[in-house]
């Protein structure tokens, strides 16, 4: 069925570290995938998204391609920050329909020390 | 900037009570969504609901499990006889119309701890 598998965290880095945090999905079709992010004590915001093959997502110096061939959108940053600490969601939807029905990853820790 | 809300932050009932927990969607969102993520697990889809009634739901959402949008804010999930393992946390979701509203937005959810 479809799933999501994510890097095992917890992943502890020190700050302007290069970041990467593995993401690989099954899903039949052609999925829209997503990065989401989880601050202490607040809900699942979207970080980035990609609705095609080979479409990079971008945002707060975040990056993820999505690559059809490999079924990954890995999630990268070139330089960490303390306030990049959260947990990391890898998700996709089927689209359609589906389109607020996404499937998770387990998430990915992130601690980041100055 | 526009937030889905949610109440109680967090809610501590014992085993076989009913619970309600809360929602406010973003005002021009039509479609809504609840999931769950029991501690250290994925989260999970657990239904969605539009135009007054459910579109989909995951196996997971049985007979204990029912939704409502009693009025035009609020958007409840409702667990009629609680079970330790429905100790989780509860998150809503809205979304609008595609294309432009393909993505949904979660609230900060609901810690659900039943003793």
């Known amino acids: 069925g479809d799933s999501v598998t994510q890097m095992e ?16 999905y099954t899903a039949t079709g052609y999925p829209s995938l997503f990065w989401y992010v989880q601050y202490p004590g607040e809900g699942l915001q979207l970080l980035l998204k990609a609705t095609k093959a080979d479409d990079k997502g971008s945002n707060k110096g975040f990056e993820a391609t999505y690559r ?3 079924t990954s959108f890995h999630l990268e940053k070139g ?12 998700a996709f939807n089927a689209g359609g329909t589906s389109y607020g029905k996404l499937t998770f990853g387990q998430g990915t820790i992130l601690t980041v020390h100055p | 900037e526009p937030e889905v809300t949610q109440t109680p932050s967090h809610q501590v009932t014992q085993m076989g ?10 005002s021009n969102h039509l479609y809504f969504y609840w999931y769950r993520q029991i501690l250290g697990q994925k989260v999970e889809f657990l239904v969605s609901f539009y135009n007054n009634e459910i579109s989909e739901k995951s196996e997971i959402f049985d007979d204990q499990f029912s939704v409502e949008r009693p009025d035009g ?4 999930l409702k ?5 330790l393992e429905d100790s989780a946390m509860y998150f ?14 979660f609230g900060p959810g609901t810690r659900l701890t039943v003793l």
Do not use: H, M, W
Not at chain 1, 79 to 90: E, H, I, L, R, W
Not at chain 2, 17 to 26: A, F, G, N, T
Not at chain 2, 73 to 76: E, L, P, V, Y
């Open chain 2, 17 to 26: 009570q009913e619970v309600i927990l809360r929602c406010v969607p973003i």
């Open chain 2, 79 to 83: 667990i009629r006889s609680t079970k």
């Open chain 1, 9 to 24: 965290g917890p992943v502890t880095l020190s700050e302007e570290a290069f970041l990467t945090i593995n993401c690989t």
């Open chain 1, 68 to 70: 059809k061939e490999t």
């Open chain 2, 92 to 105: 809503c979701a809205s979304r609008g119309e595609a294309p432009s509203g393909r993505v949904p937005f």
């Open chain 1, 79 to 90: 330089s960490v920050q303390v306030s990049d600490s959260a947990v990391y969601f890898c």
């Open chain 2, 73 to 76: 804010s609020n958007f409840t």
